[in-house]
């Protein structure tokens, strides 16, 4: 079974560039989260999605971050423009949200290490 | 504010000794605690899990304890193997709620 999947693997890109970053969820799974880790704040909980919906946005940054889920085998967290404090690597995690309930968890993909100079 | 602390940033055990990653929460509403681990350049793997309405689950060499009243749990590895060496991340997640907060993390290292 493949797992969450997400591109770029890695992303170098100049201050004030837009950056896209994509996920796949698990098929079948009905929960998305973007996490994004730093060494400073840890793995922060920036986004996440139920149904496709945004369920709870409180972790985005500022309005230069905007997250998508236009439908339940894509997703896509964008920073528009870019800043070298946004460097981190960000990590999309699926779950079947019922399931999880009783035991079972989020998957994380691989993550996108994302740079900004 | 952090609502899940870990409060070791780093932590080195005797391989065969038993390793004892701790964590604290704030937040009274949450229910349901995990542990994932995470090696480099990987995204974290789910470990062990705890509902709220037990104190303790154990799975082979890990053990997860919850003290609600202190709002504290700890996962206990042993014995400790060179493959444990990661960095271990403490979640708790709400009730009916399905956001998994989670702590920075503890770098637990193996020594031989």
């Known amino acids: 079974d493949a797992g969450v999947i997400q591109s770029p693997r890695h992303e170098v890109t100049e201050m004030g560039q837009e950056v896209t970053l994509r996920c796949k969820p698990i098929?079948?799974?009905?929960?998305l989260f973007w996490y994004r880790q730093t060494m400073m704040r840890g793995l922060e909980l920036l986004i996440y999605?139920?149904?496709?919906?945004?369920?709870?946005d409180s972790g985005m940054p500022e309005d230069r971050f905007s997250a998508k889920m236009p439908n339940a085998s894509f997703s896509t967290l964008k920073i528009q423009p870019s800043e070298p404090r946004d460097s981190a690597v960000y990590f999309c995690?699926?779950?079947?949200?019922?399931?999880?309930?009783?035991?079972?968890?989020?998957?994380f993909g691989e993550g996108s290490w994302l740079t900004v100079v | 504010d952090q609502q899940v602390k870990q409060n070791s940033p780093s932590l080195s055990v005797q391989e065969g000794r038993i390793s004892i990653l701790n964590c604290d929460y704030t937040?009274?509403?949450?229910?349901?605690f995990l542990w994932y681990k995470k090696y480099p350049a990987e995204g974290p793997t789910f470990l062990i899990s705890i509902s709220s309405i037990k104190d303790k689950n154990e799975d082979g060499r890990f053990t997860v304890f919850l003290n609600k009243s202190a709002k504290h749990l700890s996962l206990h590895i042993v014995p400790s193997q060179p493959g444990d060496s990661a960095v271990y991340f403490c979640?708790?997640?709400?009730?009916?709620?399905?956001?998994?907060?989670f702590g920075k993390g503890t770098r637990l290292h193996i020594l031989p």
């Open positions: 995690a699926s779950s079947l949200a019922l399931q999880r309930r009783h035991g079972n968890t989020i998957y």
């Open positions: 979640a708790a997640s709400p009730n009916r709620d399905d956001k998994i907060i």
């Open positions: 999605f139920n149904n496709n919906v945004p369920i709870d």
């Open positions: 937040n009274s509403m949450f229910d349901y």
């Open positions: 098929s079948g799974h009905n929960s």
